[in-house]
């Protein structure tokens, strides 16, 4: 039973990208689904947050407007389509589970291995 996030990588700034999460050994669409990164030295912070029926997303203040989060439930994964990416968006990105899009980080679990976000300018 694992999560991982992958699709990182090196872009320019105003560039998107397309992080995907994909879920092993459990359904996905039983879970509200959250990304989330993290900057060495900082704490990890929320990006957004897709309800288990889809229905609703919990985008962080900064992520509005530029990053979407999406879900297929055929594929068993959960998508964050980031746009008009900044360097301040470099971080690793993490997904994980939880029963609700709550704000509490250690309510949520199988983090798993991020994928690393670089942005230059």
């Known amino acids: 039973v694992q999560l991982q996030a992958s ?3 090196l872009v320019q700034a105003g560039d998107s990208l397309r992080l995907s999460c994909a879920a092993h050994g459990f359904t996905l669409g039983d ?3 959250g990304w989330f990164r993290q900057v060495p030295g900082k704490e990890r ?3 957004s947050c897709i309800s288990n029926s889809g229905d609703r997303t919990y985008p962080a203040d900064f992520a509005k407007g530029r990053f979407t989060v999406s879900r297929d439930d055929a594929k068993n994964t959960v998508d964050l389509q980031m746009s008009s990416l900044k360097p301040e968006d470099t ?3 993490y997904c ?3 029963t609700i ?3 509490t980080l250690f309510a949520y ?3 798993g291995h991020g994928t690393l976000v670089t942005v230059s300018s």
Do not use: H, K, L
């Open 101 to 103: 899009c709550g704000t």
């Open 91 to 93: 971080a690793v990105y």
């Open 7 to 9: 699709g990182g990588g």
């Open 45 to 47: 912070e929320r990006v």
């Open 109 to 111: 679990s199988y983090w």
């Open 31 to 33: 879970y509200a689904v």
């Open 96 to 98: 994980a589970i939880n």
